[in-house]
């Protein structure tokens, strides 16, 4: 019998798979074998339902979607024949009348384990139960003589005692596929659920994270290790696709990683700007755009969709316009075109006084008697709302709509209007967020941008008070309270779900408080008919935050 070895190299494979592309992520499993195998790899730790992507969702209920995907890694299997890396990948298994998320093994030209996820999540972003089974208690896989434990992903961050079971049965390191969305501070989350592990068994923690944007979600990378004395061993980079070779010794105490990257982890708004252009450009080019148009305003809000735009995809495949009306100000052009000139994207202007006025024309006899308000402020956004569009429909652009969430979460959108379009990049961000997010951007250029360096945001649409223009005068305090005292009432509705009371103890009037909440609630139907966006706070609208259109509730206290 051969002696199990001292040494293991793990390729970690932190890659940007898509949802239903088998025969491409196949390749992308292929690419990274024989990347690793080049490298001197042992093994190739893949991520979680790496071939079918992730999350699946409802193709899981296709039987035709999980015999592909076995297919696929029944392919792979056999290139292991050649006695290169073995591989542990991400796979949707039907055994039986059941489905499971589960990993297999694969040497020697064959599939030589398989093992189901036991903890399947059903909270927030995560819908599991509704189409997976749950899987027995897994012991651990023999890898050349090494035993493996091979948890996944909600397998170490619940409570079942998933990773327990495996030290207990012999497992000698933890190799962890993951499929775990970003949100703001999720790093140090991952990093102390695999603390938590490392002691609960006295293994060590291998974590391998997905990569990409998929749909709202957006997978930022950053696999780590953590050795038995509790230690980072092992970090790679966040928002950036790559294989890394994790190097493992077998020492008297078992097992510890002592050779691997040690990448930069990004403060806060790098990490969130970089969420931000990975999610809108992955969602732009997996779902076959060739470009994207938006309507430049002169404000802040386009202001900074335009320049993630232009670091996502080019400046080649983005397209501002400009819709001047009466209400308009000089400023607000000179501030569009001065943003699109540093960003160095096209950049047009289409006025709308026509096709305003001629609405406004067919309407007279209707609208007769009655006083101008709301509605002849809606039909301006409704007119660049449908320009845009059929500038999206002529040229094949998607049209990216920027309200961020603090105008979502009280309803100052339009339907129809300004919330047109296929893709929100800034769905997710608080306005005074917006602001530090612009700020960052202009003194820093993101790895991977494709933009310009330097600033990108005129000042002045920084310093200018932020206004729909669409009457006379307008700014948007004449409707909302300031953007510091909104947003913190906002994040303590809907991030902390805290009650009245509590927030007017942090010195919030009362019947302010109220009156936030009362538009919060009302604008439930405008969020379930609004664009996709980026997830990046722990409780995004959609996935996260699910409340009835139909509502009466009122915290009264």
Same mark, same amino acid.
Not at 237 to 240: G, P, R
Not at 548 to 551: A, E, F, Q, V
């Given at each position: 019998m051969n002696q199990a070895p001292d040494i293991l190299r793990v390729a970690v494979a932190q890659l940007n798979? +898509? %949802?239903? &592309? +088998?025969a491409g992520n196949l390749a992308l499993a292929r690419e990274a074998r024989a990347d690793a195998a080049r490298h001197g790899a042992d093994l190739v730790l893949f991520t979680e339902l790496f071939i079918s992507g992730y999350p699946p969702e409802d193709l899981i209920m296709k039987p035709a979607f999980l015999r592909a995907c076995e297919l696929a890694v029944q392919e792979l299997a056999a290139d292991t024949a050649d006695g290169g890396p073995g591989m542990v990948i991400g796979v949707p298994l039907a055994r039986g009348d059941r489905r499971y998320n589960s990993v297999m093994v694969l040497d /020697?030209?064959? %599939?030589? =384990?398989? *093992?189901?996820?036991v903890d399947l999540p059903n909270y927030g972003e995560f819908d599991e139960k509704r189409v997976f089974h749950s899987g027995p208690m897994p012991g651990p896989v023999d890898y050349r003589g090494i035993r493996l434990g091979l948890p996944i992903c909600e397998d170490i961050w619940g409570d079942l005692g998933v990773c327990e079971t495996l030290a207990e049965s012999g497992a000698e390191l933890l190799l962890v596929p993951n499929g775990s969305p970003y949100y703001r501070g999720k790093i140090d989350v991952r990093h102390q659920v695999a603390i938590r592990q490392v002691i609960e068994t006295d293994l060590p923690v291998l974590y391998a994270n997905q990569l990409g944007g998929q749909d709202e979600l957006v997978f930022d990378g950053a696999s780590f290790a953590f050795n038995v004395d509790r230690k980072l061993a092992f970090q790679m980079?966040?928002?950036?696709e790559q294989v890394s070779i994790a190097t493992w010794r077998r020492g008297e105490e078992g097992w510890y990683? &002592? !050779?691997?990257?040690?990448? *930069?982890?990004? !403060? %806060?708004?790098? =990490? !969130?700007y970089r969420a931000c252009m990975l999610g809108l450009r992955d969602y732009v080019n997996k779902n076959g755009f060739k470009s994207v148009v938006l309507g430049l305003s002169g404000g802040i809000d386009s202001a900074i969709c335009a320049a993630l735009a232009v670091d996502a995809l080019g400046e080649e495949r983005v397209h501002c316009v400009m819709l001047p009306y009466t209400y308009t100000s000089e400023d607000s052009l000179t501030d569009a075109q001065d943003c699109a000139r540093l960003l160095g994207c096209r950049y047009d202007v289409v006025p709308i006084f026509k096709p305003v006025d /001629?609405?406004?024309d067919s309407l007279s006899d209707l609208f007769e008697g009655t006083n101008e308000g709301v509605t002849e402020e809606n039909l301006q956004s409704r007119t660049r709302g449908t320009i845009l569009m059929a500038i999206s429909n002529k040229f094949g652009s998607m049209v990216v709509t920027t309200g961020n969430k603090s105008e979502m979460s009280v309803g100052y959108a339009t339907l129809y209007g300004d919330m047109n379009g296929g893709f929100n990049p800034i769905k997710d961000i608080y306005k005074m967020q917006v602001y530090a997010l612009a700020r960052w951007r202009n003194e820093h250029t993101p790895p991977g941008a494709l933009g310009p360096t330097g600033m990108v945001i005129p000042? @002045?649409? +920084?310093d200018k008070v932020p206004s729909a223009e669409l009457r006379p005068d307008q700014t948007d305090q004449d409707t909302l309270p300031p953007y510091p005292v909104l947003d913190d009432i906002l994040e303590c509705l809907v991030e902390n779900e805290m009650a009245v009371d509590e927030i007017v103890a942090r010195g919030h009037d009362r019947e302010l408080v109220h009156r936030i909440e009362h538009l919060l609630y009302v604008a439930e139907y405008k969020r379930r008919q609004s664009a996709p966006g980026v997830k990046i706070t722990r409780r995004n609208f959609g996935r996260d935050r699910r409340y009835? +259109?139909? @509502?009466r509730f009122r915290d009264r206290t």
């Open positions: 798979p +898509i %949802v239903g &592309d +088998i /020697g030209g064959k %599939v030589t =384990a398989e *093992r189901h996820k980079s966040q928002f950036e990683c &002592d !050779d691997g990257p040690m990448s *930069r982890i990004p !403060d %806060v708004e790098e =990490a !969130d /001629g609405f406004m000042q @002045n649409i +920084i009835p +259109i139909t @509502n």
